[in-house]
């Protein structure tokens, strides 16, 4: 099976942009979450979405929000780009497997903000 | 809310040798999973080995095996025969058991390097 991908692997805005990330999981899983991660702040929880809604949600602003399509192929938006936005994205998708919900991740978008 | 601290931001292994990265973490909760996760140079998180709470026998996949002290809240990882491409960032990661989907909650990392 084909891996996570996701697009583009590279980006660069400036403040008060907005971006869209884009993400297609494995065939076959309908579990897509998001992380971003900083060297400052690791590795944090952004959102998880499955069959089209949003199931669990971490601690970021409104400016970070997402969804996922019929195909279970997700994007995430940030809109109002501020600088601290700068960071490797990591999108995940998972299935149910021996009972453990795995997360498999794909290569990542690499955000920049000027 | 729960906690995975990783202690060790950096250690070094001859190559052919043996290492072992420490984890610990803080939970209430009873059923959960225990995840590490290698990030080499190409960014690519990906899966080492992962360990259900339920079970007492330790999980190993090839070179690499976990001692899961439950009681101790200790996940730590054994590497075997250390090989230079496992060079790269670990990180244990935790997620709470539940139908409803969940989050990883991670360490904050240990950079492991692999010397000739």
């Known amino acids: 099976k084909a891996g996570v991908t996701q697009t583009p692997r590279y980006l660069i805005k400036t403040r008060g942009q907005q971006v869209t990330l884009s993400c297609s999981p494995i065939?076959?899983?309908?579990?897509v979450s998001w992380y971003q991660q900083t060297p400052g702040q690791g590795l944090q929880f952004l959102f998880e979405?499955?069959?089209?809604?949003?199931?669990n949600k971490g601690n970021f602003p409104g400016r970070f929000s997402g969804r996922q399509f019929s195909n279970s192929r997700s994007e995430m938006n940030v809109s109002t780009l501020e600088l601290g936005d700068s960071a490797l994205y990591l999108c995940?998708?998972?299935?149910?497997?021996?009972?453990?919900?795995?997360?498999?991740f794909g290569p990542g978008t690499r955000l920049t903000v000027l | 809310a729960q906690t995975v601290t990783q202690s060790q931001p950096e250690m070094s292994v001859q190559e052919a040798e043996t290492v072992t990265l420490s984890c610990t973490y803080d939970?209430?909760?009873?059923?959960?999973?225990l995840f590490w996760y290698k990030q080499p140079p190409s960014r690519q998180m990906i899966l080492v080995i992962r360990?259900?709470?339920?079970?007492?026998q330790n999980a190993t996949e090839n070179r690499f095996s976990v001692n899961f002290q439950k009681a101790a809240k200790s996940f730590s990882l054994k590497i075997s025969d250390s090989q230079l491409g496992d060079t790269a960032m670990y990180f244990c990661?935790?997620?709470?058991?539940?139908?409803?989907?969940?989050?990883?909650?991670f360490g904050q990392g240990t950079e492991l390097s692999v010397k000739p």
């Open positions: 979405y499955f069959s089209e809604t949003q199931r």
């Open positions: 990661a935790f997620m709470k058991s539940s139908n409803q989907g969940g989050k990883l909650i």
């Open positions: 065939s076959g899983h309908r579990s």
């Open positions: 995940a998708s998972s299935s149910v497997f021996g009972g453990v919900d795995t997360q498999y």
């Open positions: 939970t209430s909760e009873n059923n959960y999973y």
């Open positions: 360990q259900e709470a339920y079970k007492q």
